[in-house]
């Protein structure tokens, strides 16, 4: 499979989009100084206790109060706390836990009322983005990503991701990282660690101590609700989590940022700087990859699919709904059942798509084409749970119900991605009205007139939908040969297919717009 990273940095903000074998798979959104990312570390200030919820709302400085419930507190909140306490008491110096004793840990069937109190400060992480109406969710379990490693402060625990199998390599694995991470440092270490040696191991762990130490030497000075630590920009935090030996290319087309990435890259991975590019062309970068015209295909209520059928997505507050239809597909040569396998096995594969493209997260019902024998349903299921592997959301899909629905839940930890593919008509401005075209020329020749007589511009370009080109040019003495005579210039005429009907506009002689 071939990867891709496209990145287009605007004034106000990045979007990053992940192409697999030419095909979008997932769009990131990063605007300027975009506050309570995940992984952010806030100092909060217990506002409320909520016994009934067993949680507390916390104020981190958003508009409405976050929301931690005592199943984030994590085991060794106790030590945080007491942490905090004598950081901010100027009565501990060094940023290490060498000598830091560890409090026991809490009641996992406890009391949030037992362990924190009102207008307690506590260090707390973003752990979900604000959504909707509601606050960022937070949890005091604190820890800090690497691209190797999970540094987990209070903690002596090291654990191993799921997915490297081999029994040999996790204990390689584990006998490096007891031996360089220091005390009352838990570690989680993560897929792409596999087959790394010492050396890139040992760098990660260290710069994920700095990471900690920073935030630390901060914590005495900082202000209750106020950010203390923050995770790196969207797209570095991407580059990190995503980047690996499958990708060919990331393409950026801001010179500054290029050189970040670059860097970064260097850092991280030396081998692979060489496919970081700066792409320098006018065209904008997400239309000379197609990038665009898929973001356009891809999101909205209808998405049709290549054999003819298509999706209808639907979102609620509560949950998201999909429904396959078949479309104009008919079973020719194959009977029914076997022609409703296809459809939903091609719904399948851009389903699984678009819960990565969108980001849909919570509960997403699916209401596949009805199909009789239990081995196609089951079939559907092992090809839709096949597809989901590539996501790095956490999901739960549930077999085909006697209804023939299919249920999946999926983390959501960011806003869902909405992008609006239905555009207002610049025409009209979406009155259904427009200028009559009688008067038209009329507009033109009396900016004509101010721009050459009055602002003395020479050898102006005028720019027009290819309709009102030919119209202009139309016949022996054309109206472009009257203004000629009328202005005593030549004025050239260029034909803007993207342009309406009744859009015009015109270029200095070099090239620039004119501000009428």
Same mark, same amino acid.
């Given at each position: 499979?071939?990867?891709?990273?496209?990145?287009?940095?605007?004034? $106000?903000?990045?979007?990053?989009?992940?192409?697999?074998?030419?095909?979008?798979? !997932?769009?990131?959104?990063?605007?300027?100084?975009?506050?309570?990312?995940? #992984?952010?570390?806030?100092?909060?200030? @217990?506002?409320?206790?909520?016994? #009934?919820?067993?949680?507390?709302?916390?104020?981190?400085?958003?508009?409405?109060?976050?929301?931690?419930?005592?199943?984030?507190?994590?085991?060794?909140?106790?030590?945080?706390?007491?942490?905090?306490?004598?950081?901010?008491?100027?009565?501990? %110096?060094?940023?290490?836990?060498?000598?830091?004793?560890?409090?026991?840990?809490?009641?996992?069937?406890?009391?949030?009322?037992?362990?924190?109190?009102?207008?307690?400060?506590?260090?707390?992480?973003?752990?979900?983005?604000?959504?909707?109406?509601?606050?960022?969710?937070?949890?005091?379990?604190?820890?800090?990503?690497?691209?190797?490693?999970?540094?987990?402060?209070?903690?002596?625990?090291?654990?191993?991701?799921?997915?490297?199998?081999?029994?040999?390599?996790?204990?390689?694995?584990?006998?490096? @990282?007891?031996? @360089?991470?220091?005390?009352?440092?838990?570690?989680?270490?993560?897929?792409?660690?596999?087959?790394? #040696?010492? $050396?890139?191991?040992?760098?990660?762990?260290?710069?994920?101590?700095?990471?900690?130490?920073?935030?630390?030497?901060?914590?005495?000075?900082?202000?209750?609700?106020?950010?203390?630590?923050? !995770?790196?920009?969207?797209?570095?935090?991407?580059?990190?989590?995503?980047?690996?030996?499958?990708?060919?290319?990331?393409?950026?087309?801001?010179?500054?940022?290029?050189?970040?990435?670059?860097?970064?890259?260097?850092?991280?991975?030396?081998?692979?700087?060489?496919?970081?590019?700066?792409?320098?062309?006018?065209?904008?970068?997400? !239309?000379?990859?197609?990038?665009?015209?898929?973001?356009?295909?891809?999101?909205?209520?209808?998405?049709?699919? /290549?054999?003819?059928?298509?999706?209808?997505?639907?979102?609620?507050? /509560?949950?998201?709904?999909?429904?396959?239809?078949?479309?104009?597909?008919?079973?020719?040569? !194959? %009977?029914?059942?076997?022609?409703?396998?296809?459809?939903?096995?091609?719904?399948?594969?851009?389903?699984?798509?678009?819960?990565?493209?969108?980001?849909?997260? #919570?509960?997403?019902?699916?209401?596949?084409?009805?199909?009789?024998?239990? $081995?196609?349903?089951?079939?559907?299921?092992?090809?839709?749970?096949?597809?989901?592997?590539?996501?790095?959301?956490?999901?739960?899909?549930?077999?085909?119900?006697?209804?023939?629905?299919?249920?999946?839940?999926?983390?959501?930890?960011?806003?869902?991605?909405?992008?609006?593919?239905?555009?207002?008509?610049?025409?009209?401005?979406?009155?259904?009205?427009?200028?009559?075209?009688?008067?038209?020329?009329?507009?033109?020749?009396?900016?004509?007139?101010?721009?050459?007589?009055?602002?003395?511009?020479?050898? @102006?370009?005028?720019?027009?939908?290819?309709?009102?080109? /030919?119209?202009?040019?139309?016949?022996?003495?054309?109206?472009?040969?009257?203004?000629?005579?009328?202005?005593?210039?030549?004025?050239?005429?260029? /034909?803007?297919?993207?342009?309406?009907?009744?859009?015009?506009?015109?270029?200095?002689?070099?090239?620039?717009?004119?501000?009428?």
């Amino acid at each position: 499979m071939v990867k891709e990273l496209i990145i287009d940095s605007t004034p $106000t903000g990045v979007t990053i989009a992940l192409i697999e074998d030419k095909h979008l798979v !997932e769009l990131h959104k990063e605007h300027i100084n975009n506050n309570y990312a995940v #992984g952010d570390i806030y100092l909060g200030r @217990i506002k409320k206790i909520m016994p #009934g919820l067993n949680a507390a709302f916390v104020d981190v400085g958003y508009e409405k109060d976050a929301f931690l419930h005592y199943f984030d507190l994590g085991p060794q909140v106790q030590s945080l706390i007491k942490l905090t306490k004598i950081k901010r008491n100027g009565t501990v %110096n060094g940023t290490l836990l060498d000598n830091f004793k560890l409090e026991s840990d809490i009641n996992k069937a406890g009391k949030i009322s037992e362990i924190v109190s009102k207008n307690l400060i506590l260090p707390v992480q973003i752990a979900k983005e604000p959504i909707s109406t509601k606050g960022p969710r937070l949890s005091s379990d604190l820890s800090i990503a690497g691209r190797y490693i999970v540094l987990v402060p209070f903690s002596n625990v090291i654990s191993i991701s799921k997915k490297i199998k081999s029994n040999t390599e996790r204990n390689r694995l584990k006998k490096i @990282i007891e031996s @360089i991470k220091p005390k009352n440092f838990g570690v989680i270490i993560r897929t792409v660690s596999e087959g790394k #040696g010492v $050396t890139e191991l040992q760098k990660d762990l260290l710069d994920s101590v700095s990471k900690w130490e920073n935030f630390t030497k901060k914590l005495p000075d900082a202000e209750p609700s106020k950010r203390v630590w923050g !995770e790196m920009d969207r797209t570095s935090t991407l580059i990190r989590d995503i980047l690996s030996t499958d990708f060919t290319n990331v393409y950026v087309n801001d010179a500054n940022l290029f050189e970040d990435i670059r860097s970064y890259v260097h850092e991280i991975s030396p081998e692979m700087e060489k496919i970081v590019k700066h792409y320098k062309h006018k065209e904008p970068i997400f !239309e000379h990859f197609g990038v665009e015209k898929q973001i356009k295909n891809g999101f909205g209520k209808t998405v049709n699919l /290549a054999g003819g059928a298509y999706l209808v997505v639907e979102h609620t507050e /509560a949950l998201h709904v999909i429904d396959v239809n078949s479309g104009n597909r008919t079973a020719s040569k !194959e %009977n029914q059942e076997e022609n409703a396998l296809q459809v939903n096995k091609e719904a399948a594969k851009e389903i699984a798509r678009q819960l990565r493209l969108r980001d849909m997260g #919570g509960i997403v019902v699916i209401d596949f084409i009805d199909m009789h024998k239990p $081995t196609n349903r089951k079939m559907l299921f092992d090809y839709l749970r096949d597809l989901m592997l590539l996501d790095r959301a956490k999901h739960t899909i549930l077999p085909p119900s006697k209804f023939g629905l299919v249920q999946i839940t999926r983390q959501r930890v960011r806003p869902e991605m909405n992008i609006v593919t239905v555009e207002k008509c610049p025409t009209c401005d979406g009155t259904g009205e427009i200028k009559a075209s009688i008067v038209l020329m009329d507009d033109i020749e009396s900016n004509l007139t101010y721009i050459l007589q009055e602002q003395n511009e020479k050898n @102006i370009t005028l720019c027009v939908h290819p309709y009102i080109e /030919a119209f202009i040019k139309k016949g022996l003495v054309s109206l472009r040969w009257k203004w000629f005579f009328k202005f005593g210039q030549r004025i050239k005429i260029r /034909a803007v297919s993207s342009y309406n009907l009744t859009e015009f506009h015109f270029l200095s002689s070099k090239d620039e717009e004119i501000k009428l």
